[in-house]
């Protein structure tokens, strides 16, 4: 498996103990291991914000980018939507926040019960739409942050890193979402 993901992530040369090691610090600590494609993502995006912070969730990476004041703070490995339920594209500016809450797929008409129907509890959660995309943690999807996309939607973090985005990231920080085939996200929905 090591060396598949170091084939994937372009890092066949650093050899199979090096990526292992790296690979495990990643998946202990919720931070990702350095990527090439990165570095396209140190430019702030062009968004206002009147908090000081702004978020890019980059689909191409599956990384989060966070500035603070026009620094980087924080990259975080991310999931987001499925190829089924996919996150739309666009700028998103937080809400409310729940240190922990119920999700459920009854909220937008799949019942629990059914194949595609869920109820899960998650913690650090910050709403990003009405319509029921969050960032939030999700501890069993550890293990595809930076590499693929698993949620109905919302985009996923560890639980370290939700807990930095519910403490940090006031009402109205801009997060903004690129690369991914679900569309255009209409502000306010």
């Known amino acids: 498996m090591t ?7 372009g890092t066949a040369r650093m050899g199979a103990a090096v990526t292992a090691t790296a690979l495990a ?4 600590t919720g931070v990702a291991a350095a990527k090439p494609a990165a570095a396209a993502q140190d430019t702030t995006p062009p968004v206002a914000t009147k908090t000081g912070w702004v978020a890019l969730a980059d689909d191409a990476s599956h990384q989060m980018t966070v500035w603070h004041n026009g620094e980087v703070v924080r990259k975080m490995p991310i999931s987001m939507g499925s190829a089924k339920h996919p996150t739309p594209n666009g700028t998103y500016y937080t809400m409310e926040k729940y240190s922990h809450m119920v ?4 909220t937008y008409g799949v019942p629990v019960n059914s ?3 869920y109820e899960t509890p998650v913690d650090w959660a910050t709403r990003m739409s009405w319509s029921g995309i969050f960032v939030h943690a999700a501890p069993w999807s550890v293990a595809q942050q930076g590499y693929s996309n698993v949620s109905h939607g919302c985009i996923n973090v560890s639980t370290s890193n939700g807990k930095f985005i519910y403490d940090n990231f006031p009402s109205g920080t801009p997060i903004v979402v690129r690369g991914t085939s679900g569309g255009t996200y209409v502000p306010g929905s």
């Open 103 to 106: 999700m459920s797929s009854a």
């Open 115 to 117: 194949a595609e129907g």
């Open 25 to 28: 610090f990643s998946l202990a």
């Open 3 to 9: 060396a598949m993901i170091a084939g994937r992530r």
